[in-house]
């Protein structure tokens, strides 16, 4: 079992950033890719970004690449999201989700374990 945790959501401006943090704990936290994932009210759950075990190979969806940015720290069992020039469209509840692979991956059915979520909202 891994237990996820995510943190760092809340209300900012268009053109704003914030910074998420995922912190995992129960299993080795570098045998598996991580991603993060995020669902608008009233819509469906959507693949946001995702990055290998070592940290090495990142994927993005493409409404955020340039804008935001994955990372992972294995010592300290922690993943990021920094997002920045944040839109009215990134508002959503973000979750983090552990996939037992060592390959990218990017639809939900592939991830085992999900955190509870963080909620970002963005004004224009």
């Known amino acids: 079992q891994v237990q996820l945790v995510e943190s760092g959501g809340g209300l900012v401006h268009a053109g704003g950033s914030l910074r998420l943090s995922c912190a995992a704990s129960g299993r080795t936290f570098s045998d598996y890719t991580m991603g993060w994932f995020r669902q608008p009210r009233g819509k469906e759950r959507d693949f946001v970004a995702a990055?290998?075990?070592?940290?090495?190979?990142?994927e993005y969806v493409d409404s955020v690449k340039g804008r935001f940015t994955i990372s992972r720290d294995n010592a300290k069992n922690t993943m990021y999201l920094q997002m920045n020039s944040l839109k009215p469209d990134d508002t959503a509840l973000y979750y983090c989700?552990?996939?037992?692979?060592?390959?990218?991956?990017?639809?939900?059915?592939?991830?085992?374990?999900w955190g509870q979520g963080t909620q970002v909202t963005v004004s224009s």
């Open positions: 990055i290998n075990w070592s940290g090495k190979s990142t």
């Open positions: 989700a552990a996939a037992s692979t060592w390959v990218l991956v990017a639809n939900n059915y592939e991830y085992n374990y």
